[in-house]
């Protein structure tokens, strides 16, 4: 770093935007009416640089919770667009809505009480077999996610396939927004994710051992060994620990004292 | 979009000298670790904790004297939203439970369902939605001795060696000792964990870890617990009442001086109402949107100490608020990005961080605390750093090399939510790296709790995030989660059975100990325009605001 650049640079400033040198300004409309904002932000920021404050349509920030499903369109064009505000930067004439909330049916049920299978699927959200395959659900996905297929594969009964395929969903509820099935995309998804993890996935076996150790006591009086131990000790057992490598395959610690 | 000509040429360096490092990986050899001195070296000199600047000591309250940064201390001695008298709260008396938690996210969530599952009715209420908390962004992991050849005897040397050996002893003993019966509790609610095909979770290390110990599920391990909590508190909607965009204002007391709820605000018809509760769960979460010394945060727009406020005002002590947990990899480009959480996953991969030269400077996998002080030398002190067109700063986190490394397409498998963060600005993380620097990502501080989570007020528990004391002055990666679901879930089954030996009724509720406090300021010579709990972060711009003639603030919240 040169030193004149050493002296420009300042360290980070909370979450205000710093523009870049020369920043241009484009018109965007918020619900239609126009507002000039820097073309490098996102939505969110650009609404909040407008003066918006929100209370809704706002959560992470980091495009992972589901808060700020928008929906646009670009002035002269007749696409509809979905995205997240948080990670979608604006775009001149950009007309804007967000959806902070859009009402979808949850089927309640007790996950003990349930099975894995299709007829589950069908009893707790039988608008699932009207699906028309037009792909609308997987267009207005923010995260890609292939919504429609995953509906085929609930169709089927086949949870595992539900569940991998809508892992990365955020439950914005996009999908559900635009289904002219009224299908609920994204409860759909969850409840065949939790089936194929409760009852497809092997449970695992060196956990329930650990479980009972812990439960029967065993480390019980080694941790309050520990909580009595003073800090001299406790650097000494730190620093000797011994280290687990990264390639770890077959390994094991010579001392067997605390497992 | 994407990056500049200039931060593309300095990309060559990167790639010029990657062959050598994922040779050297690969031979099992890294960059030499900091010995402990070296490690408080760095600190002394860089870490924003031990820079006596934008500290000061707290003057009112039961931490009084204690030294924290500058604008949670504003926060602290702020003015109450409102005092309200015994009639007026009588009369705003909107529901009563057993058990009323504040706070919607994984500490809360695991609170409430708890709390339930030992016979209590419950009230959830969170200021955003059921859900909108720090816990769906936690990516890398939840840590939990499952592993024959580790133990919570491990765990617990982790944590505090980690923590700096200032933990408080019991509450690590708490969180190790449960850790492997969360893990096996999510794993029964059908929580998608990173398996293998027999069932055996796959782990990994983690910065400062000795055994592999952090499950996961894909890079949205927060998420994915969150989204299973959240399902099953709405399964159980007949015991558990969930109030969405309801901020808790203050906590309220009875005429013994026991927590008997609190007073809400409506942040949409802009009503105050108060549920009554026999006992009172603080699960809120952290600070990071306090953007604590000017650094950008990872954290959730929600995260604004709410629950610290009105708990001290309470009465709680606050522990370890000395200390804040910069995380070392947020994003420094591009600028959309600021702040935002590079998991600690992709260091626990192999990638290395890296200078403009395209050269290591520290083993990837320091403590955090560390990890970040060397981040900021190599930047401030060595003038190493890759200045960003919005003149911010940061170094290489080489993410390509794990491709090299595991195999191609690994960071597209593993990494799959930051992988499409990134191409939404025209850089595929899996051919170029990531320019990083730290970012305030953990309140490692909190409201002082016992191991069964209840402070020193009968009735209120605290848990998560805003509690203090677990991580000491540095938590490790994949503690938070695990701290959330291990003290949320004490914290529900404790306020349940409180609840159940609960003797006499809750009369006369008040908010007598904020009028105390407020005495308290007067008699300190505080003079102060700020209203909290802030409730939300003022991003609105200075010049909006000249013009906002007839608008108050109270606190972030427009009024």
Known sequence: MSEAQKKEFKVATGDRTILPEGTRLVPIFIMGKR?????????????????????????????????????YRILGDYHLHFCLACQTVVQENMYLTQVPFFPANRAPYKLEEVDDSAETIMRLYPEVM?????????????????????????MRGDVAKVARLSFDCI???LCSARCPAQIQHFHLAQLCRRLYARYQVPKAEHLQQRVADVQAGKYDEMLKNLVESDEETLRKLYIERKMEPQDSEGWEPQDKTFL | MGYTPEMLELIKKVE????????RVKQGVSFEPLTLDGRQEVLNKFHPDYNEAGRQAVKVGPSKGEVYPDRFVEVLEAKARLLVDNAELEKLIAFETDVLVIGGGGAGTSAALLAQENGSKVILATKLRHGDANTVMAEGGIQGASQEVDSPYYHYLDVIGGGHFTNTPELVAALTHDAPLVIEWLESLGLMFDKDPDGRMRVRHGGGTCRKRMHSSGDMTGSAIMRVLKDEARNRAEDITV???????????????????????????????VVKAKATIIATGGYGRLHIQGFATTNHYGATADGLVIGYRAGVPLSFMHSTQYHPT?????????????????????????????????FEREPRDVESSCIIQE??????????PTGRVGVWLDSPMIDDLEGPGTVKKELPAKHIQFMRYGIDISKVPMLVYPTLHYQNGGLAIKDNSATNVEGLFVAGEASGGVHGENRLMGNSLLDITVFGRRAGKNAAEYAKGFSGSLDQINMDHVETYHKEMADAGIETELVSPLVLPNYTPEEIMEKQLTTHYHGGMRA
């Open chain 2, 16 to 23: 010029a000298s990657r062959p050598e490092r994922v040779a």
């Open chain 1, 171 to 173: 439950q914005c509820g």
């Open chain 1, 130 to 154: 009207k699906c028309v395959a037009c792909n609308t659900c997987t267009k207005s996905c923010p995260m890609d996610i292939e919504v429609m297929e995953y509906v085929n594969a609930a």
């Open chain 2, 243 to 273: 109030l969405e965009f309801s901020s808790a204002i203050e906590i309220l007391k009875d005429s013994q001086g026991r927590a008997a709820g609190a007073l809400f605000f409506n942040m949409e018809t802009e009503e105050y109402f």
């Open chain 1, 35 to 71: 507002y000039l904002v820097p073309e490098t932000l996102t939505i969110q920021k650009s609404l909040e640089y407008a003066g918006y404050q929100f209370i809704r349509s706002c959560g992470c920030r980091g495009g992972i919770c589901g808060a700020c499903p928008t929906v």
């Open chain 2, 330 to 362: 947020g994003a420094a480009f591009p600028e959309q990005n600021i702040g935002l959480l590079i998991t600690e996953k992709v260091r626990g991969l192999g990638a290395n961080l890296l200078n403009c030269e395209g050269q290591q400077f520290v």
């Open chain 2, 379 to 388: 930047c401030l002190e060595r003038n190493n750093g890759v200045v960003t």
